[in-house]
């Protein structure tokens, strides 16, 4: 079907062209919010691990620019902080 409603030699259409620009954001978004919907702000830990690894993910992003190094440092700093730190 989308091949008949969107053929090769028309180009890109608009609203898919829109769609890419927007769905990856919107994605990453909806994973965030996923990914925090458990966190107990009022019981201990806190969120402190999520907001440490939140917060290291980012730099280490803004740093080198790599997602995989960012995505992999960022679960193993998680892991470490919830099985061994805040145990």
Do not use: R
């Amino acid at each position: 079907m989308p091949f008949i409603v969107f053929p090769d030699n028309k180009g890109n259409h608009p609203y898919i062209t829109y769609l890419g620009n927007v769905l990856p954001y919107s994605a990453i978004g909806l994973l965030v919010v996923y990914c925090l919907k458990g966190v107990n702000l009022i019981n201990p830990p806190f969120g402190i691990p999520e907001a440490v690894a939140i917060i290291c993910i980012t730099v280490l992003h803004y740093w080198k620019s790599n997602a995989l190094l960012s995505i992999g440092a960022g679960t193993g700093i998680y892991m470490i902080l919830v099985q061994i730190v805040f145990k």
